[in-house]
């Protein structure tokens, strides 16, 4: 079974601070990586996306960092605030497993005011 | 705007009982999801439609049936419903072919505990 290792699997950062949460995969055959944001009581919403073929993706304060040779991807949050208190999860689309996603376990970050 | 729409949002089953939730979504996708979400689990699919007519296992469709009754509504099913299968349970649609974005746009979630 194809998987994607998340972690930490719970963080806590103080307002200002920058969030890193981490991700590796073992399979080479996946070719679309997205991270989904889940507020509690809602379904996950999709946050950011990277492609392989590009090193790092930025939207506002959010950024992905992906090393393909390493096999691992990573999610930054810069100037972190309350309102990113959510539970953050990794996915792999995998090639070989007919474009299913492969989920990681996920992660609860809280922010401190 | 609803987006997608699930039912129940929380059920008590006693092991053996049946019951199915259902799914709507008003974006006119094409393809819809369902999947199951524990602790520690991350999400697993259990079955998906590509489309009106056709639906496929996923990751852990064993005890699970679905029907994709239209292009609007995509059901999941349990027939003797087991304590394994306590879980929160989402639907998700997306616009393009099955993950061809990877977006997804999940329902708010059906909470079913089975004793």
């Known amino acids: 079974q194809q998987q994607v290792k998340q972690s930490p699997q719970s963080l806590i950062v103080q307002k200002g601070g920058i969030s890193i949460i981490n991700c590796a995969y073992e399979?080479?055959?996946?070719?679309?990586f997205p991270w989904y944001q889940q507020f509690p009581g809602k379904g996950p919403a999709l946050l950011i996306a990277?492609?392989?073929d590009v090193s790092e993706k930025k939207e506002g304060r959010f950024t992905i960092s992906f090393n393909k040779s390493a096999k691992q991807f990573s999610l930054h949050i810069m100037d972190s605030q309350p309102g990113d208190s959510a539970t953050y999860f990794c996915?792999?689309?995998?090639?070989?497993?007919?474009?299913?996603?492969?989920w990681g376990a996920g992660t609860k970050l809280i922010i401190k005011p | 705007n609803a987006g997608v729409t699930q039912t129940p949002k929380f059920q008590v089953l006693k092991t053996g009982q049946s019951m199915t939730l259902q799914c709507a979504q008003d974006?006119?996708?094409?393809?819809m999801y369902w999947y199951r979400q524990d602790p520690g689990m991350g999400l697993r699919l259990i079955y998906y439609?590509?489309?009106?007519?056709?639906?496929d296992k996923g990751e852990v469709p064993n005890g699970y049936n679905v029907s994709r009754l239209n292009k609007r509504e995509f059901s999941l099913r349990l027939e003797s419903a087991a304590p394994s299968q306590t879980s929160v349970y989402f639907c998700?649609?997306?616009?393009?072919?099955?993950?061809?974005?990877?977006?997804?746009?999940f329902g708010e979630g059906s909470r079913l505990t089975v004793l």
């Open positions: 399979n080479t055959a996946f070719d679309y």
């Open positions: 990277i492609r392989p």
């Open positions: 998700a649609s997306s616009s393009r072919d099955p993950f061809y974005t990877g977006e997804l746009f």
């Open positions: 974006m006119n996708h094409n393809s």
């Open positions: 996915a792999a689309r995998g090639l070989d497993s007919n474009y299913q996603l492969i």
């Open positions: 439609s590509a489309s009106e007519g056709t639906t």
